[in-house]
């Protein structure tokens, strides 16, 4: 089981790289990601949620990870997509207005850059490394 836990680890990792460089990309070309980017978006919150039910699962068949970072770093992404999902509704509402830099798809870009990087920690964690 604790294989198929890197294993999914791996694949979160690059699902959250594809995400941020897709919006990144939209970003510089000052375009609209489109309604395949949601789908992409969708498929990142799946598999973190999934991820993290497998790591509880680990947790309690008694398995642990070398350092109580890993907890941190792999219910992160869950914490950030909450985030962008309130504050992209709070745009959505007409209750914030910052222009292009809080459009609801720019919101998820950053988030999945920065569950990118928890994801990539929790994975390096995971694998004893730093």
């Known amino acids: ?3 198929v ?3 999914i680890g791996f694949v979160v990792v690059a699902v959250f790289t594809v995400g ?3 919006g990144a990309g939209a970003l510089v070309l000052k ?3 489109g309604e395949r980017f949601w789908t992409w978006i969708t498929v990142e919150q799946i598999l973190a949620g999934g991820q993290a039910a497998v790591g509880v ?3 309690v068949l008694g398995y642990r990870p ?7 770093y792999g219910f992160g992404p869950l914490v ?3 985030i962008a999902h309130l504050m992209s509704r709070e745009v959505s509402e007409g209750r914030t207005s910052g222009g292009r830099w809080t459009e609801p798809w720019v919101l998820f870009t950053a988030a999945s850059f920065i569950c990118f990087g928890l994801s990539l920690r929790a994975l390096m964690t995971g694998l004893g490394i730093g």
């Open 57 to 59: 699962l680990l947790l």
């Open 20 to 22: 941020w460089l897709w």
């Open 1 to 3: 089981m604790p294989k």
């Open 66 to 72: 070398d350092t109580s970072l890993h907890y941190v």
């Open 5 to 7: 836990h890197e294993a």
């Open 80 to 82: 950030i997509l909450a």
């Open 31 to 33: 375009r609209d990601p």
